[in-house]
């Protein structure tokens, strides 16, 4: 027992059986994908506790240079010209390369990051008065005239449910925002596509007898980024697996 509790502070920086049974560990590397949320919240306590760990997942989402070329479509010059001028707006919109290494990280954090592409404006939710819960939440603003952005959805409440034209389906569970955790589902909502807050209000209109809680969203405004899975499994397995 000591010497797997040295082991444990060696490379979790605690023990980590205080937290998780060996049966529980044991089962992370028979079925990680049976397992998932389990893995990836292990995963992010080592990140938080193991330095190696946290340099080696630090370094390989800086370390791409995400350079890109836009090549353009058009008739003539004047329209390939301003459709390029148009991918370049939205890019800056979006934060391309953030959203880009925000999913690397995922990636290795969780082995799976899902995000939905919005075209349309949200509520909007700034105010001069917020409380500490609002201070300590963060949240995408959409500021006037510009209308795009990639939104991040969590990985405990999305499920990949099938593939369509090569792409992946995903649902998202409506439970989430009936979680008490200090934060009203109004301003849960307000940070989420118009097709889930749709979804949650038709579904709260219905009083909740009639259809699932799940959604299933349009697979051409969804991003889904695995890794170190196969197209079948519904998640990634996280870098800690063989950590």
Do not use: C
Request: net charge positive; aromatic share 12%; charged share 25%.
């Amino acid at each position: 027992i000591g010497s797997q509790q040295a082991y444990s502070n060696y490379y979790f920086g605690l023990n980590i059986f205080d937290l998780y049974s060996r049966e529980q560990l044991a089962g992370l590397v028979k079925d990680p994908i049976g397992n998932n949320q389990l893995l990836r919240e292990l995963s992010t306590i080592l990140y938080s506790t193991n330095g190696t760990f946290t340099n080696t997942v630090d370094y390989m989402t800086v370390m791409p240079t995400l350079d890109k070329v836009i090549v353009s479509h058009g008739k003539n010059i004047l329209k390939r010209r301003r459709n390029k001028e148009l991918m370049e707006s939205v890019l800056r919109t979006i934060k391309d390369k953030e959203i880009v290494r925000d999913a690397l990280w995922r990636g290795m954090i969780e082995g799976i990051a899902f995000y939905y592409f919005e075209s349309v404006g949200r509520p909007n939710f700034l105010q001069k008065m917020l409380s500490d819960f609002d201070v300590n939440s963060i949240a995408e603003i959409n500021e006037f005239g510009m209308n795009a952005s990639i939104i991040s959805l969590p990985a405990d409440y999305t499920e990949i449910v099938g593939i369509k034209n090569n792409s992946y389906v995903i649902a998202f569970n409506l439970d989430y925002f009936d979680i008490a955790d200090g934060e009203s589902a109004e301003k849960k909502l307000k940070k989420y596509p118009k097709e889930i807050r749709d979804a949650y209000n038709a579904r709260k209109n219905r009083n909740g007898f009639t259809g699932g809680n799940w959604v299933v969203l349009d697979n051409k405004k969804t991003i889904v980024h695995k890794i170190r899975s196969s197209r079948s499994e519904k998640y990634g397995r996280p870098m800690v697996l063989a950590a």
